[in-house]
């Protein structure tokens, strides 16, 4: 396949810059922080982009949805990369919707997916216990107790934890931690007794959360018992490449407007951008963000051929593009200077949820261990 977009993949990237730079600027994301907003994001805001079907483009028709493909959804993420736009897109859409579409039934389809579509439930993957993103790892318990599983343990960097309806909490119901076998995941009310949630302040001014489950009663299974882990897996494959297609956006964003500085800012009489070792480096990320560009749509386009490598090109795709917006933005912060350390300028603010991104899911050593040993080394 081509490594292009259709006219109306095109047209939704077109309409959603639009909206984006008028709606959720980088200014929204700066007065959610600087008022401490509990929700984390602005609710009128997530119903105006739900509306517009932003919710529901990778839901099938049977659900209410568009089914637009994710070389389409991949488009949207990349303009909401560009403003850094504060919502639940990436724990609701992106992440619990596939493990929903993947590991439900038909009766959970039918009940969360059009909920999901319309922006009325918000809902997150409850995974990671520690400081580093290993999911074999999982030790919360859930035990066999009557008709239900009693789940004890703390999951850790919960997206949306704290303002999530719905939590798909992965848990352990054999085996040791750090097998694959002997996962499961359920379907529990954030609500549910026994669950208490800390809101986790993130240097990205986004929302995550600790959650801590203590004799929580478990009754929907969400899959089939002990055989979470290949769905997980493919989970976060996509979700990998998802969160992939948004930091292209922001590497995109931070890029130009490191390029304009560079233009405007005059040092000796002439503008800096002049000056040829910095041409060099401009040149060098430039080289870099036309390479993350075709790995991301190609990798988009995988997961709609439903590729059986999906995992080897999912941990490609989140080890690049991690690696680059690391070098954008620490450039993007030293080409602009004092100023570049300021709060007053923006370009901090891409610099924050680039390292927040560069972790979530797996960070750069995580992927380039796990590609290399997909590919037998």
Same mark, same amino acid.
């Given at each position: 396949?081509?490594?292009?977009?259709?006219?109306?993949?095109?047209?939704?990237?077109?309409?959603?810059?639009?909206?984006?730079?008028?709606?959720?600027?980088?200014?929204?994301?700066?007065?959610?922080?600087?008022?401490?907003?509990?929700?984390?994001?602005?609710?009128?805001?997530?119903?105006?982009?739900?509306?517009?079907?932003?919710?529901?483009?990778?839901?099938?028709?049977?659900?209410?949805?568009?089914?637009?493909?994710?070389?389409?959804?991949?488009?949207?993420?990349?303009?909401m990369?560009?403003?850094?736009?504060?919502?639940?897109?990436?724990?609701?859409?992106?992440?619990?919707?596939?493990?929903?579409?993947?590991?439900?039934?038909?009766?959970?389809?039918?009940?969360?997916?059009?909920?999901?579509?319309?922006?009325?439930?918000?809902?997150?993957?409850?995974?990671?216990?520690?400081?580093?993103?290993?999911?074999?790892?999982?030790?919360?318990?859930a035990?066999?107790?009557?008709?239900?599983?009693?789940?004890?343990?703390?999951?850790?960097?919960?997206?949306?934890?704290?303002?999530?309806?719905?939590?798909?909490?992965?848990?352990?119901?054999?085996?040791?931690?750090?097998?694959?076998?002997?996962?499961?995941?359920f379907?529990?009310?954030?609500?549910?007794?026994?669950?208490?949630?800390?809101?986790?302040?993130?240097?990205?001014?986004? @929302?995550?959360?600790?959650?801590t489950?203590?004799?929580?009663?478990?009754? &929907? /299974? %969400?899959g089939?018992?002990?055989? $979470? *882990?290949?769905?997980? @897996?493919?989970?976060?494959?996509?979700?990998?490449?998802?969160?992939?297609? &948004? /930091? %292209?956006?922001?590497?995109?964003? $931070? *890029?130009?407007?490191?390029?304009?500085?560079?233009?405007?800012?005059?040092?000796?009489?002439?503008?800096?951008?002049?000056?040829?070792?910095?041409?060099?480096?401009?040149?060098?990320?430039?080289?870099?963000?036309?390479?993350?560009?075709?790995?991301?749509?190609?990798?988009l386009?995988?997961?709609?051929?439903?590729?059986?490598?999906?995992?080897?090109?999912?941990?490609?795709?989140?080890?690049?593009?991690?690696?680059?917006i690391?070098?954008?933005?620490?450039?993007?912060?030293?080409?602009?200077?004092?100023?570049?350390?300021?709060?007053?300028?923006?370009?901090?603010?891409?610099?924050?949820?680039?390292?927040?991104?560069?972790?979530?899911?797996?960070?750069?050593?995580?992927?380039?261990?796990?590609?290399?040993?997909?590919?037998?080394?």
């Open positions: 396949m081509t490594l292009v977009i259709n006219e109306e993949q095109q047209m939704l990237k077109t309409s959603a810059a639009e909206f984006l730079k008028e709606k959720a600027p980088v200014a929204a994301l700066r007065k959610l922080r600087d008022e401490n907003d509990p929700q984390g994001y602005d609710k009128n805001l997530w119903k105006e982009m739900a509306e517009m079907g932003w919710a529901s483009l990778i839901v099938p028709e049977q659900y209410g949805g568009l089914d637009f493909g994710y070389v389409g959804f991949g488009q949207l993420l990349e303009e990369g560009r403003t850094l736009t504060a919502s639940p897109m990436v724990s609701t859409v992106l992440v619990s919707t596939h493990a929903i579409l993947l590991a439900g039934t038909d009766a959970q389809k039918e009940a969360l997916l059009p909920a999901i579509g319309s922006g009325e439930l918000v809902m997150t993957l409850a995974l990671e216990e520690g400081k580093q993103h290993k999911p074999t790892k999982t030790a919360l318990s035990v066999k107790s009557g008709d239900a599983y009693t789940l004890d343990g703390k999951k850790v960097f919960v997206l949306d934890g704290q303002v999530a309806d719905k939590l798909i909490v992965v848990a352990r119901t054999s085996d040791n931690p750090g097998d694959e076998n002997g996962l499961t995941m379907l529990v009310d954030a609500k549910a007794e026994g669950i208490s949630i800390s809101q986790t302040p993130m240097m990205d001014s986004r @929302n995550a959360a600790t959650i489950f203590e004799n929580v009663q478990a009754t &929907e /299974m %969400l089939e018992l002990d055989q $979470a *882990f290949p769905v997980l @897996n493919k989970v976060l494959d996509i979700a990998c490449i998802g969160l992939s297609a &948004e /930091m %292209l956006g922001s590497i995109q964003e $931070a *890029f130009e407007r490191t390029v304009n500085y560079l233009r405007e800012r005059k040092q000796f009489e002439v503008p800096i951008g002049s000056f040829q070792g910095l041409q060099h480096r401009a040149a060098l990320m430039y080289g870099e963000i036309e390479i993350c560009k075709s790995i991301v749509i190609k990798s386009q995988a997961i709609d051929r439903d590729r059986k490598d999906l995992s080897r090109v999912a941990s490609m795709c989140k080890a690049k593009i991690g690696e680059t690391k070098l954008v933005t620490n450039e993007g912060v030293q080409m602009f200077g004092g100023i570049g350390m300021t709060d007053d300028e923006e370009i901090g603010f891409f610099l924050k949820r680039a390292r927040v991104a560069q972790q979530t899911f797996g960070d750069y050593n995580y992927h380039l261990d796990r590609y290399s040993r997909i590919l037998g080394f």
